[in-house]
């Protein structure tokens, strides 16, 4: 059985020779019962973000750019992720096709952890990030001409498809999740714009989305572990603090504000249909990495031991928003 299932059974018993042992069975059948506050979340592993990172940041895809063969061989790879993971699809597809520039066909790869809540499972939270990046920069000096994007957006993906691994394992949500992997990000959150169109219009009841970004390199000097663009938007910034008792998850990068980043990548095309708490995490502080959107984003650059740590930071919050208090808008 894929979902936990509680099921209590109250029955009528006689002043039978038996009645001792039926009363035994469901006492036990209580004690067996996890609380919410009991259940182990699951850690990240290195070495799942190692293969995913490595994979999507080879120089064979030649920077994932929209529309080419790259792109498509990292689409494939995902879905071939996403079933083995056993995730269910959205539709008949892993792949949410969509058209730019009218003629080029692009790929979205979506996959499904149904909620087991009766109440909840019709409230679906979003995990996203985008896998596209910009392809071959002509003009870069040197021999190097692509743009492999590791940490732009690999670290990303990479991400999400560790939360899912680990919600997978854990087996135990009650809103529905929804895994996706955006393309056309770079050509202005296209991927992003047009699955959150199609879901509100097939009447997916979307509470939260949360998105990642450049995850592969530590922030300098900060207290918390990530930051969360439009920080002031909503509360998730507090569920997600209060949800780990360890340490300071997120908190408010200024830069963030200054460039407006709340409006910059997967979060915004969400909190523009549903007008629901849309929020991007991200650690690219503008002082710890030189390489954005140049042929220089190499995965020897990547902390993998940083993104784990990211993870396993931020999943106390997602499980918090997947089974108890959904987070709500300022």
């Known amino acids: 059985m894929k979902k936990i299932l509680l099921l209590f059974v109250v029955t009528v018993l006689t002043f039978s020779c038996n009645s001792s042992s039926k009363i035994t069975s469901v006492e036990k059948a209580a004690e067996s019962v996890k609380q919410l506050s009991e259940i182990k979340i699951p850690i990240a592993k290195k070495e799942n973000l190692e293969n995913i990172v490595n994979y999507l940041a080879q120089d064979e895809l030649e920077g994932r750019m929209t529309g080419t063969p790259g792109i498509a061989k990292a689409a494939d790879y995902l879905v071939d992720q996403m079933t083995m993971m056993d995730l269910e699809r959205y539709g008949d597809s892993y792949i949410d096709t969509f ?134 938007t909503s509360n998730m910034g507090e569920l997600f603090n209060t949800a780990n008792s360890d340490k300071i998850v997120t908190g408010k990068l200024p830069q963030a504000e200054q460039f407006n980043l709340f409006k910059r990548s997967d979060n915004y095309p969400f909190y523009e249909q549903y007008n629901i708490p849309a929020q991007t995490f991200c650690t690219f502080d503008f002082t710890n990495f030189d390489h954005y959107h140049k042929v220089g984003d190499e995965k020897e650059l990547v902390n993998t031991d940083h993104m784990a740590q990211v993870i396993n930071a931020v999943t106390p919050g997602i499980f918090h928003i997947v089974n108890k208090t959904a987070p709500q808008l300022n």
């Open 99 to 232: 058209s730019v520039q009218d003629s080029i066909k692009a790929f979205n790869v979506v996959g499904i952890l149904p909620g087991s809540d009766k109440n909840l499972s019709d409230e679906v939270v979003v995990i996203g990030a985008h896998y596209d990046h910009i392809g071959i920069i002509k003009n870069a000096q040197g021999e190097d001409k692509i743009a492999n994007g590791a940490n732009d957006n690999a670290t990303g993906t990479a991400t999400v498809m560790e939360i899912a691994r680990i919600f997978r394992q854990l087996d135990f949500n009650r809103r529905t999740i929804i895994f996706a992997l955006f393309s056309a990000e770079e050509m202005g959150l296209l991927g992003s714009k047009h699955l959150a169109t199609r879901m509100k219009n097939e009447g997916v009841n979307v509470v939260a989305m949360v998105n990642f970004e450049m995850t592969g390199t530590p922030m300098v000097d900060k207290d918390y572990i990530a930051y969360l663009t439009g920080y002031d």
